[in-house]
Protein backbone atom coordinates (compact mmCIF):
# COMPACT_ATOMS: atom_id res chain seq x y z
CA UNK A 1 0.00 0.00 0.00
CA UNK A 2 1.87 3.62 -0.58
CA UNK A 3 -0.03 6.97 0.22
CA UNK A 4 0.79 10.09 -1.21
CA UNK A 5 0.23 13.52 0.19
CA UNK A 6 0.60 16.61 -1.30
CA UNK A 7 2.17 19.03 1.36
CA UNK A 8 2.86 22.04 -0.86
CA UNK A 9 4.95 24.86 1.94
CA UNK A 10 4.98 22.39 4.62
CA UNK A 11 8.77 22.06 6.03
CA UNK A 12 9.94 18.85 6.52
CA UNK A 13 10.91 19.29 10.27
CA UNK A 14 7.17 20.26 10.70
CA UNK A 15 6.09 16.78 9.50
CA UNK A 16 4.99 13.95 12.09
CA UNK A 17 4.21 10.35 10.73
CA UNK A 18 3.43 7.88 13.99
CA UNK A 19 2.45 4.05 13.70
CA UNK A 20 0.62 2.92 16.43
CA UNK A 21 -2.37 -0.11 17.36
CA UNK A 22 -2.89 -0.77 13.77
CA UNK A 23 -2.85 2.85 12.88
CA UNK A 24 -0.81 5.59 10.96
CA UNK A 25 -1.23 9.19 11.98
CA UNK A 26 0.20 11.87 9.56
CA UNK A 27 0.39 15.45 11.30
CA UNK A 28 2.06 18.37 9.85
CA UNK A 29 1.79 22.18 10.40
CA UNK A 30 2.02 25.06 7.52
CA UNK A 31 4.06 27.78 7.80
CA UNK A 32 4.09 30.37 4.56
CA UNK A 33 4.78 33.65 4.62
CA UNK A 34 6.02 36.20 1.38
CA UNK A 35 7.26 39.60 1.33
CA UNK A 36 6.76 41.77 -1.22
CA UNK A 37 8.40 45.10 -1.32
CA UNK A 38 8.29 47.87 -3.67
CA UNK A 39 8.68 52.28 -4.38
CA UNK A 40 5.40 52.73 -2.85
CA UNK A 41 3.93 49.99 -0.94
CA UNK A 42 4.93 46.81 1.10
CA UNK A 43 2.60 43.55 1.04
CA UNK A 44 3.37 40.25 3.65
CA UNK A 45 1.49 37.61 2.94
CA UNK A 46 0.83 34.83 6.07
CA UNK A 47 -0.64 31.49 5.94
CA UNK A 48 -0.32 29.06 8.76
CA UNK A 49 -2.32 26.24 9.92
CA UNK A 50 -2.26 22.15 11.59
CA UNK A 51 -3.73 19.06 10.22
CA UNK A 52 -3.92 15.60 10.96
CA UNK A 53 -5.42 12.19 8.80
CA UNK A 54 -5.06 8.95 10.36
CA UNK A 55 -5.11 5.52 8.00
CA UNK A 56 -6.20 1.65 9.45
CA UNK A 57 -2.94 -0.05 8.26
CA UNK A 58 -3.98 -3.69 6.45
CA UNK A 59 -4.45 -6.17 9.09
CA UNK A 60 -1.02 -7.95 9.35
CA UNK A 61 0.79 -4.81 8.28
CA UNK A 62 4.71 -4.65 10.00
CA UNK A 63 4.68 -1.41 11.66
CA UNK A 64 8.44 -1.82 11.18
CA UNK A 65 8.48 -2.09 8.12
CA UNK A 66 6.88 1.30 7.14
CA UNK A 67 8.97 3.89 5.36
CA UNK A 68 8.60 7.50 4.22
CA UNK A 69 10.13 10.20 2.02
CA UNK A 70 10.17 13.34 1.42
CA UNK A 71 10.03 15.45 -1.62
CA UNK A 72 9.36 19.11 -3.24
CA UNK A 73 6.37 18.86 -0.82
CA UNK A 74 4.88 15.38 -1.85
CA UNK A 75 5.04 12.69 1.42
CA UNK A 76 5.48 9.21 -0.15
CA UNK A 77 4.39 6.25 2.96
CA UNK A 78 5.04 2.89 2.01
CA UNK A 79 3.23 0.15 3.79
CA UNK A 80 4.31 -3.24 2.66
CA UNK A 81 2.03 -6.04 2.13
CA UNK A 82 1.89 -8.33 4.73
CA UNK A 83 3.04 -11.74 3.85
CA UNK A 84 -0.23 -14.11 3.08
CA UNK A 85 -0.06 -17.01 5.41
CA UNK A 86 2.27 -19.86 4.30
CA UNK A 87 0.38 -23.20 4.53
CA UNK A 88 1.46 -25.68 6.98
CA UNK A 89 1.82 -29.39 6.17
CA UNK A 90 0.19 -31.63 8.70
CA UNK A 91 2.04 -34.98 9.84
CA UNK A 92 -1.14 -36.95 10.25
CA UNK A 93 -0.19 -40.15 12.46
CA UNK A 94 -1.43 -43.33 12.10
CA UNK A 95 -4.09 -44.26 15.63
CA UNK A 96 -3.48 -47.09 17.56
Known amino acids: MTIKAD ?3 VDQKD ?4 VHDGRMVLKGERKFEEEEKK ?7 R ?7 TFTLPAGADP ?19 EAAKPRQIQIGAHQ
Open 64 to 82: DKVTAEYDKGVLTVHVPKP
Open 15 to 18: ISLQ
Open 47 to 53: RFGSFER
Open 39 to 45: EHYYHVE
Open 7 to 9: LPD
